[in-house]
């Protein structure tokens, strides 16, 4: 069975930093593609960055250069470490594990305040 967590959400003042983590299990993780997404209130979760077995990137616009996605494949976890962030920020993220189909974990909640 595919397991997806994510952890490392809460509240921050802007300009501040946090570091997501999603751990894994279930699955081959070194032959994955990873991926995190966010979702604000009232809107569509959209992607944030993700991660090829290669360690290829890409990022959305509005986070490159302060959000880092990076892969521990001993440890079958993605992480994201986000700095400067913004009031923009605040959403929900969400970790996805491509193997044979998308498996979602349950979300981490990032708060920004100013």
């Known amino acids: 069975e595919v397991q997806v967590e994510e952890s490392g959400g809460g509240s921050v003042q802007a300009g501040g930093s946090l570091r997501l983590s999603c751990t894994t299990s279930?699955?081959?993780?070194?032959?994955?593609?990873m991926g995190w997404y966010r979702q604000a209130p009232g809107k569509e979760r959209t992607p944030v960055s993700n991660?090829?077995?290669?360690?290829?990137?890409q990022y959305v616009n509005s986070v490159k250069g302060r959000f880092t996605i990076s892969r521990d494949n001993a440890k079958n976890t993605v992480y994201l470490e986000m700095n400067n962030l913004k009031l923009d920020d605040t959403a929900t993220y969400y970790c996805?594990?491509?193997?044979?189909?998308?498996?979602w974990g349950r979300g981490t909640q990032v708060f920004v305040s100013s």
């Open positions: 991660i090829t077995p290669q360690d290829v990137t």
């Open positions: 996805a594990a491509d193997c044979n189909g998308r498996f």
């Open positions: 279930g699955f081959t993780f070194d032959d994955s593609d």
